[in-house]
T-cell receptor, first 112, second 111 residues
Framework: NAGVTQTPKFQVLKTGQSMTLQCAQD?????MSWYRQDPGMGLRLIHY???????DQGEVPNGYNVSRSTTEDFPLRLLSAAPSQTSVYFC???????????FGPGTRLTVT | QKEVEQDPGPLSVPEGAIVSLNCTYS??????FMWYRQYSRKGPELLMY????GNKEDGRFTAQVDKSSKYISLFIRDSQPSDSATYLC???????????FGTGTRLKVLA
């Protein structure tokens, strides 16, 4: 099992550019989430999904889109990157009958 | 007021010391409490979780919840340099699908 994988590991964008952060899990988990982690702010929930075709907003959703067409994949789209989106992004998944979230290795994003 | 508060540290201790890491939370309805460990430049990994009040032990780690004072603690016995990491507490409000994390405490165990 690869667990939760994220690509890319690092990315530098210019303001206004768009991109997609990829997340995949091979554990057949129903729930998947995207977090951003900033110094002094902890992990903040951006969007989450409770199953294929079902997504909802978290604490900080503005500027981000998600979709969940399969159980395995949960991409995060930045529509028009802003310097305030410079952060480390983590994807996580868990089964519906468990409280244990598995996190991916993260994507470090810099927006200039 | 933040829903989960955690001292950011850093906390430096000598090898072999007992470490106490703490969080407070604001909502007395919270029932599920977790501790995650995050090594530098890695994703968080779940260390322990507890339901409601009481203690839970796993090897050198003990998680404690005091619901009367809304206090969550993680104790590490015989701390090792390999325990050097950031420790995040989290709560899981029932029925919300969402976790609320503290900001994390950086721990350094000196050899």
């Amino acid at each position: 099992n690869a667990g939760v994988t994220q690509t890319p590991k690092f990315q530098v964008l210019k303001t206004g550019q768009s991109m997609t952060l990829q997340c995949a899990q091979d554990m057949n988990h129903e729930y998947m989430s995207w977090y951003r982690q900033d110094p002094g702010m902890g992990l903040r929930l951006i969007h989450y999904s409770v199953g294929a075709g079902i997504t909802d907003q978290g604490e900080v959703p503005n500027g981000y889109n998600v979709s969940r067409s399969t159980t395995e994949d949960f991409p995060l789209r930045l529509l028009s990157a802003a310097p305030s989106q410079t952060s480390v992004y983590f994807c996580a998944s868990r089964g519906a009958d468990s409280y244990e979230q598995y996190f991916g290795p993260g994507t470090r994003l810099t927006v200039t | 007021q933040k829903e989960v508060e955690q001292d950011p540290g850093p906390l430096s201790v000598p090898e072999g010391a007992i470490v106490s890491l703490n969080c407070t939370y604001s909502n007395s309805a919270f029932q599920y409490f977790m501790w995650y460990r995050q090594y530098s430049r890695k994703g968080p990994e779940l260390l322990m979780y507890t339901y409601s009040s009481g203690n839970k032990e796993d090897g050198r780690f003990t998680a404690q919840v005091d619901k009367s004072s809304k206090y969550i603690s993680l104790f590490i016995r015989d701390s090792q340099p390999s325990d050097s990491a950031t420790y995040l507490c989290a709560v899981y409000p029932s029925g919300t699908y969402k976790y609320i994390f503290g900001t994390g405490t950086r721990l350094k165990v000196l050899a």
